[in-house]
Nanobody, 121 residues
């Protein structure tokens, strides 16, 4: 089974950028849809972006965030530009064992531990 480890979080000023990485162990990474989700304190987990046979983004990040993957490195990335204070959250990557680009976090089988992103105003 795939195991996931996120990195790249941190503290950044509003308008800045961060790139999150999610490294996967295990085989058949290229056959998994990979999603990014986030959860802010006191709020429910929400969809951010997914890459499978297509890419989809939450409306709140469209045009600012870009999801990509490097199957040779078993890694998925989330490039975050023009960050806003409301982007502050713990960001987690997740994998599902097919390429359906689903925004429903309940359909994902494997989760990373999460990485904190804090955007100051």
């Amino acid at each position: 089974q795939v195991q996931l480890v996120e990195s790249g979080g941190g503290l950044v000023q509003a308008g800045g950028s961060l790139r999150l990485s999610c490294a996967a162990s295990g085989r058949s990474f290229s056959n998994y849809a990979m999603g990014w989700f986030r959860q802010a304190p006191g709020k429910e987990r929400e969809f951010v972006a997914v890459i499978g046979w297509n890419k989809y983004y939450a409306d709140s990040v469209k045009g600012r965030f870009t999801i990509s993957r490097d199957n040779a490195k078993n890694t998925v990335y989330l490039q975050m530009n023009s960050l806003k204070p409301e982007d502050t959250a713990v960001y987690s990557c997740a994998a599902r064992a097919d390429l359906m680009p689903d925004s429903d976090y309940n359909t994902y089988d494997v989760w990373g531990q999460g990485t904190q992103v804090t955007v100051s105003s």
